[in-house]
Structure formats: structure tokens, C-alpha cells
T-cell receptor
């Protein structure tokens, strides 16, 4: 079974600095999707960035970028120029490809990393 | 796009009572998901609908849990004979037809407390 591990329960960053959140996963599949979701306190979870495993190029969305290391099964999130609004729980998630037998609904989440941003 | 709506936001119930939650997905989204999130954990998948068909259920979904999406629009999640272990945030999400790369759009969740 696939698993997602986030080894940093909490992280802290100074405003305007850069922080990297770690995520590793375990799978025997060769094609899949990886996601980072953000869950602010008492607010809904929103997508930050996504990566398709067959794409070698790392995804980038404005200040957010990933370091996808397929062989190492690592998918870290880098937040540049951190802002106070970045403070939230961040969840790494995995989804297998449906036509390769992956579950259609089973987005597998890690336990999350709580990010604090200091002014 | 009014987002995914969940009702109620909070529910406190006594052990043994039945509760029902409602989820209204984004209107053009045909896929609907239910997740459960306990404190300090990431969301755990419960069940998935494509239109009105319930295509997948997690082993977490015991016999006391039932979900429906009768007309392929809103969905309900019912928990019968609630137990203290059912206390959690219940999240609903939806996604549009097409690629499974499409992100899930989550609602604000229903927080259930069983006393």
C-alpha cells in the first residue's frame, strides 16, 4: 500500500525567508500524481501545487516550487519570500493513476507540517 | 463558482445518536469525495461518487456509515449509533470530469463531537 510521510510536524520561517517542507512516499507504481495542499486555521484546504510523476521538470507556482526526486521518492515543497498568509498546515498527498489500477478517490495524505511565519 | 458547501459546520451529539451531514459540490463537478480528519492527522479517504454512483468505499467506512448522492448533485453522509471515536472533521471535496490530475476542491468541513 502507498504511504506518505511528512517528517516535520512543525516548521518556522522568518517573513521574506525561504523554507522547505519535506515529503517522502512509498509506492510500487511508476506513474502517479503528487500534490501539496494548504489548510489555514479554520479554513478550507486548497491546492498549492501538483506534479505528475512522468514529468521530470519540477512544478512551479509563483513563490511555490517542488523538488521532485522520483528515484528517492521525495517530493519537497519550497516556499520563497514567505508571507504571513503562508502560515498553515501543509499536507503532501499521493494519487495513483486510475488506468494503472490506482484508486479513483483515494488521495493519500501525510500527517501534515504546521508552518509558522514570524514577522 | 460558489465552492463546496457543507452543512452543518459543527455538530455535537450524544453517543448512540444518528447524525447526517450534507455536502453540496461545485455545480459542474461530477466527482464527490468524503474524507475524515482527526486531530494531528491528514485526511483519510472514506468514499467516492461519480455522478450518483458510489464507486469506492474505504475499509474505514463501517456498517454504521452510509453515504448517498441520489441525483448526482448533493451528497449526505449518515453515521448511525455514533461512538466517541467518530469525533472528527468530516470533509467533502469535489472535482470536475476529466483528468484525475484535477485538484480536489474541499469544503470547510463538518466538525463532529460525540459526547
Amino acid at each position: 500500500a502507498q504511504t506518505v510521510t511528512q517528517s516535520q510536524p512543525e516548521m518556522s520561517v522568518q517573513e521574506a525567508e525561504t523554507v522547505t517542507l519535506s515529503c517522502t512516499y512509498d509506492t510500487s507504481e511508476s506513474d502517479y500524481y503528487l500534490f501539496w495542499y494548504k489548510q489555514p486555521p479554520s479554513r478550507q484546504m486548497i491546492l498549492v501545487i501538483r506534479q505528475e510523476a512522468y514529468k521530470q521538470q519540477n512544478a512551479t507556482e509563483n513563490r511555490f516550487s517542488v523538488n521532485f526526486q522520483k528515484a528517492a521518492k521525495s517530493f519537497s515543497l519550497k516556499i520563497s519570500d514567505s508571507q504571513l498568509g503562508d502560515a498553515a498546515m501543509y499536507f503532501c498527498a499521493y494519487r495513483g493513476r486510475v488506468n494503472y489500477g490506482g484508486s479513483q478517490g483515494n488521495l493519500i495524505f501525510g500527517k501534515g507540517t504546521k508552518l509558522s511565519v514570524k514577522p | 463558482d460558489t465552492g463546496v458547501s457543507q452543512d452543518p459546520r459543527h455538530k455535537i451529539t450524544k453517543r448512540g445518536q444518528n447524525v447526517t451531514f450534507r455536502c453540496d459540490p461545485i455545480s459542474e463537478h461530477n466527482r464527490l469525495y468524503w474524507y475524515r480528519q482527526t486531530l494531528g492527522q491528514g485526511p483519510e479517504f472514506l468514499t467516492y461518487f461519480q455522478n450518483e454512483a458510489q464507486l469506492e468505499k474505504s475499509r474505514l467506512l463501517s456498517d454504521r456509515f452510509s453515504a448517498e448522492r441520489p441525483k448526482g448533485s448533493f451528497s449526505t453522509l449518515e453515521i448511525q449509533r455514533t461512538e466517541q471515536g467518530d469525533s472528527a472533521m468530516y470533509l467533502c471535496a469535489s472535482s470536475p470530469p476529466g483528468s484525475y490530475n484535477s485538484p480536489l476542491h474541499f469544503g470547510n468541513g463538518t466538525r463532529l463531537t460525540v459526547t
